[in-house]
């Protein structure tokens, strides 16, 4: 067991490290090509913060491991709400634009039951991965539009200040991106293989890892990004993220590995399902009262996720 742990410790590095040499390079050729810091921080570093995320469950459903690909996006969800959002709170309650509530959180409810019903039904295939890929698209082209048209210029500046900035070699960023693509890769593989007997060593099935340690690790990027951004008194920027990602998650992750080949979960239950689709129609409430996230709702969230790996973990019938 220990050479396992050892194993994801250096997987999770692997991770950490290729998802920001991927953002920093990728964001930097991005801001070569015109984009303006505000759409790469919704589009390039939103999404380059979940690439752990997707090249694990890319890699596990390739394995024949579904529990573990639809694991790792499920547990990354409820992380993302329980444990991320929770603890930004908690550093600095975070106030909250009304677009955040009138778009990304409704599209978040919506894309947990979407997926959610995928999932219960074994439908997973080719046909609902090319509609959830589509989905991302209009969800993605719709958020640059609204940006481009509502953006103040305070938000901007802050995701001028949060994105990383344009260096002075596009060789240099074109070589950091595929650096940190390849340790992706290897990190995902390193990270599939020790969860896989993990959860043989601590007698549970690959879900309950996939959606506990493994979302964890492939979380912290997401959750390093938001605690930066509440630190720095950005904390609306957080939550985006943590929203964003998830539907990223959801979307663009089951769908990529649901195009690759048929995915099959059967140790994922409803209970997993419903609770992913509780904390995404939580935030609705949470987010609109006083449009701002307090810190007491930010305890409430993590008390949340602690019974939930506390009801699947003693069983490890999940």
Not at 74 to 99: D, F
Not at 135 to 143: A, S
Not at 243 to 269: C, E, R
Not at 270 to 283: G, K, P, R, S, Y
Request: proline share 4%; aromatic share 6%; net charge neutral.
């Amino acid at each position: 067991m220990t050479a396992e742990l050892i194993q994801v410790g250096c997987s999770l590095l692997l991770l950490f490290a290729g998802a920001e040499a991927l953002v920093r390079g990728s964001a930097s050729l991005a801001l070569r090509l015109g984009l303006t810091p505000l759409l790469v921080g919704l589009t390039v570093v939103s999404f380059g913060t979940s690439a752990p995320e997707m090249l694990v469950s890319v890699q596990a459903a390739t394995a024949g491991k579904g529990d573990l690909a639809v694991a790792n996006v499920i547990g990354s969800n409820i992380l993302n709400l329980g444990i991320i959002l929770g603890l930004t709170a908690l550093v600095c309650p975070i106030p909250i634009n009304r677009s955040l509530i009138r778009f990304d959180a409704p599209v978040l409810v919506g894309a947990s039951i979407l997926a959610g019903s995928l999932i219960a039904a074994g439908l997973l295939g080719a046909p609902a991965g090319i509609a959830l890929l589509l989905l991302l698209l209009l969800y993605t082209g719709l958020n640059v539009r609204f940006a481009r048209r509502d953006a103040a210029a305070e938000i901007g500046g802050q995701f001028a200040d949060g994105a990383p900035v344009c260096s002075r070699s596009a060789g240099r960023d074109g070589l950091l991106a595929l650096a940190g693509l390849g340790a992706l890769a290897f990190g995902a593989r390193l990270l599939v293989a020790a969860a896989t007997q993990l959860a043989l060593d601590f007698g549970v099935s690959e879900a309950v890892i996939g959606l506990t340690i493994v979302a964890l690790g492939t979380s912290l990027p997401e959750l390093v990004t938001c605690l930066v951004a509440a630190w720095r008194g950005q904390p609306d920027i957080a939550a985006g993220n943590a929203i964003g990602s998830s539907v990223f998650n959801l979307l663009g992750i089951l769908g990529l590995a649901a195009l690759l080949g048929p995915v099959d979960a059967p140790n994922i239950h409803a209970f997993d399902l419903i609770v992913m689709a509780a904390f995404a129609a939580a935030t609705l409430p949470l987010l609109w009262t006083g449009l701002r996230l307090r810190r007491w709702e930010g305890a409430l969230l993590l008390a949340g996720y602690g019974a939930y790996v506390w009801a699947i973990w003693p069983d490890g019938t999940t």
